[in-house]
Nanobody, 115 residues
Framework: QVQLVESGGGLVQSGGSLRLSCVAT????????MAWYRQVPGNQRELVAR???????NYGDSVTGRFTISRDNAMNTVHLQIDSLKVEDTAVYYC?????????WGQGTQVTVSS
């Protein structure tokens, strides 16, 4: 069984930066795709960024160059660096990891950006 533990969220002023992290725990875990999504109450969960095991990256349509996803395969960890934070980035951020045949979600970490 795979469990995902997220960290790094919090309250930050507009213009600041945050680095979110998500680590997968479990025995003999082989992660293919890692991704970050975000959700605002009343809205659908949307893709922020995805990175494959080969390092190929794609970003969601609403995401600008302020977001950078990276992964550490040895540690089964994915990071999301967010720079120049804006109020509209306020959301719960979820990590998602895909193994051969299954997908797992983290519990979510709140990011709140104040003006």
């Amino acid at each position: 069984q795979v469990q995902l533990v997220e960290s790094g969220g919090g309250l930050v002023q507009s213009g600041g930066s945050l680095r979110l992290s998500c680590v997968a725990t479990g025995n003999n875990v082989v992660i293919t795709s890692m991704a970050w999504y975000r959700q605002v109450p009343g809205n659908q969960r949307e893709l922020v960024a995805r990175i494959s095991s080969a390092g190929d990256v794609n970003y969601g349509d609403s995401v600008t160059g302020r977001f950078t996803i990276s992964r550490d395969n040895a540690m089964n960890t994915v990071h999301l660096q967010i720079d120049s934070l804006k109020v509209e980035d306020t959301a719960v951020y979820y990590c998602k990891m895909v193994t051969w045949g299954s997908a797992y979600w983290g519990q979510g970490t709140q990011v709140t950006v104040s003006s």
